[in-house]
């Protein structure tokens, strides 16, 4: 069955840190990934996301991500944080069907100015 | 353009009653998905509306039913509710690509 995790619970960063998530996967089919974000108080939105070609995906906000097929691995990363990118991270990929997101637990990050 | 809509924001029930949330998805969209977001987990897929028929299910009771009308606006009913149904219920909306549209999500708490 497909499933995702996530490793870090809870991040702390300070401004212009690196950050760097990891999601991890196991999924049988055509691979698509998914990474949203959940800013405080605001609806989930998609930061990037993988369908096939080029492994590094770029998102918004200066967000991107490595498809690692052999790693099973699908990390986020930004090279510099800021104190609004303070959220909750969400990696997600399709269940079987192709019809819904099975999402991992997620990470929250908070930057401090 | 609207996005998905929700409604109500929040909600406070009692345990053994019944409790209806609603969601307008996307202009364009015809496919919506509900979710339920525990404190401190990722969401959680319910079940999926097309054509006004559930499509697939997750892992939930039956106690959780919805419908989808013609305009594809949809609701989400939950009965005999529990304390442990407090949660965050997302819509999400999408069309033919796999990328789903949430809506802001209706609070429902459980007393």
């Known amino acids: 069955a497909q499933s995702v995790s996530q490793h870090n619970h809870h991040v702390i960063l300070s401004e212009a840190a690196s950050l760097e998530l990891g999601c991890n996967y196991s999924?049988?089919?055509?691979?698509?990934l998914f990474w949203y974000v959940q800013y405080p108080g605001q609806h989930l939105q998609l930061l990037l996301k993988?369908?096939?070609?080029?492994?590094l995906v770029k998102g918004i906000k200066g967000f991107e991500a490595e498809f690692i097929k052999s790693k099973f691995s699908f990390n986020l990363r930004k090279p510099s944080v800021q104190w609004s990118d303070t959220a909750e991270y969400f990696c997600a990929v399709p269940n079987q069907a192709g019809t819904a997101l099975i999402f991992g637990k997620g990470t929250t990050l908070s930057v401090s100015s | 353009d609207a996005g998905v809509t929700q409604s109500p924001t929040h909600l406070i029930k009692t345990r053994g009653q019944q409790v209806t949330l609603r969601c307008s998805p996307k202009?364009?969209?015809?496919?919506v998905s509900w979710y339920q977001q525990a404190l401190g987990q990722g969401p959680q897929f319910i079940f999926q509306y097309y054509e006004e028929e559930e499509r697939q299910r997750g892992n939930f009771p039956d106690r959780f039913s919805g419908h989808q009308f013609p305009n594809y606006s949809s609701e989400l009913n939950v009965n005999a509710l529990l304390l442990g149904d407090s949660a965050l219920y997302l819509c999400?909306?999408?069309?033919?690509?796999?990328?789903?549209?949430f809506g802001p999500g209706t609070r429902l708490t459980v007393t």
């Open positions: 999400a909306s999408s069309s033919t690509s796999n990328e789903q549209y």
């Open positions: 993988y369908f096939s070609g080029d492994p």
């Open positions: 999924y049988g089919g055509t691979v698509n």
């Open positions: 202009s364009g969209h015809d496919t």
